[in-house]
T-cell receptor
Framework: AQTVTQSQPEMSVQEAETVTLSCTYD???????LFWYKQPPSRQMILVIR??????QNATENRFSVNFQKAAKSFSLKISDSQLGDAAMYFC?????????????FGKGTKLTVNP | KAGVTQTPRYLIKTRGQQVTLSCSPI?????VSWYQQTPGQGLQFLFE???????NKGNFPGRFSGRQFSNSRSEMNVSTLELGDSALYLC???????????????FGEGSRLTVL
């Protein structure tokens, strides 16, 4: 079974600075998807960024980028120019690319605090 | 376009009772999945429905059940409630199971269940 581990329960960053959230996963599959979801306090979870395992190029979405290391099974999220609105729980998630196995496997999350 | 709507948002039950939670997906979305979120276990997959058929089920006891209607709305039911069932229950919708090639799930704000 696949597992996702986020080793940093909490992180903090100063506004306008850069922070990196760590995620490692375990799988025997070669084709899969990886995601970072953001859950602001009392608001719904939203997708931040996604990465297909077969793509070597790291995904980027505005201030958010990932460092995907397939061999090391590592998938970290970098947030540049941090803003107060970035404060949230961040969840790393894995999804198999095999049909019939579309559930997301989540890590336990990292609580990010942004200090003004 | 309206987002994913979950009702009720908050509810309090006592041990032994049963509860039904409802989820209305984004218009046009035919896949609905349910997750349980607790501080200790994080986010855990409950089940997924597509076109009224359960495609996947997580590792939860038979007290947890669900269904999907022809209009794609979904309900989940927990019978004989236990203290450990206290959690935030999240519903997510997508056009196809697991969000297809994009993998993006659209989450509701959740139903927070407290069992006393």
């Amino acid at each position: 079974a696949q597992t996702v581990t986020q080793s940093q329960p909490e992180m903090s960053v100063q506004e306008a600075e850069t922070v990196t959230l760590s995620c490692t996963y375990d799988t025997s599959e070669s084709d899969y998807y990886l995601f970072w979801y953001k859950q602001p306090p009392s608001r719904q979870m939203i997708l931040v960024i996604r990465q297909e395992a077969y793509k070597q190029q790291n995904a980027t979405e505005n201030r958010f980028s990932v460092n995907f290391q397939k061999a090391a099974k590592s998938f970290s999220l970098k947030i540049s120019d941090s803003q107060l609105g970035d404060a949230a729980m961040y969840f790393c998630a894995y999804r198999s690319a095999e049909g019939g196995s579309e559930k997301l496997v989540f890590g336990k999350g990292t609580k990010l605090t942004v200090n003004p | 376009k309206a987002g994913v709507t979950q009702t009720p948002r908050y509810l309090i039950k006592t041990r032994g009772q049963q509860v039904t939670l409802s989820c209305s997906p984004i218009s046009g979305h035919r896949s609905v999945s349910w997750y349980q979120q607790t501080p200790g276990q994080g986010l855990q997959f409950l089940f997924e429905y597509f076109s009224e058929t359960q495609r996947n089920k997580g590792n939860f006891p038979g007290r947890f059940s669900g269904r999907q209607f022809s209009n794609s709305r979904s309900e989940m039911n927990v019978s004989t409630l236990e203290l450990g069932d206290s959690a935030l229950y999240l519903c997510a919708s997508s056009l196809v199971p697991g969000g297809g090639n994009t993998g993006e799930l659209f989450f509701g704000e959740g139903s927070r269940l407290t069992v006393l």
